[in-house]
């Protein structure tokens, strides 16, 4: 019964409470603020240096994957017999799991 004389009470309160009339212009303001905030843009220098990073980063990554590729003459072919090192028969039983 406290705990309902409290909320009732609150919202008593709450009812007489007088309202700003300018609130509503304020937070308006406020919001159409915050948009010209976010339109505003990079320098151009800042545009400059991500777009050579960029190609930078990319003509690196072209030079560094070419030199791995080695001539077609110099062919290496290896065979390894993996029979032995991977038994996966162990995992085909139901019960070894």
Do not use: C
Request: aromatic share 8%; charged share 25%; no cysteine.
């Amino acid at each position: 019964m406290n705990t309902e004389h409290h909320i009732n009470e609150l919202i008593r309160r709450e009812k007489e409470m007088e309202l700003n009339p300018f609130l509503a212009t304020r937070v308006m303001a406020k919001i159409e603020g915050a948009e010209k905030e976010v339109r505003i843009r990079a320098p151009f220098w800042q545009n400059l240096v991500l777009a050579t990073s960029i190609a930078g980063v990319t003509f690196l990554g072209i030079i560094i994957g070419n030199s791995y590729v080695e001539s077609d003459t110099a062919e290496m072919i290896v065979n390894i017999n993996d029979s032995q090192i991977e038994n996966l028969g162990y995992y085909n039983f139901a019960e070894d799991e």
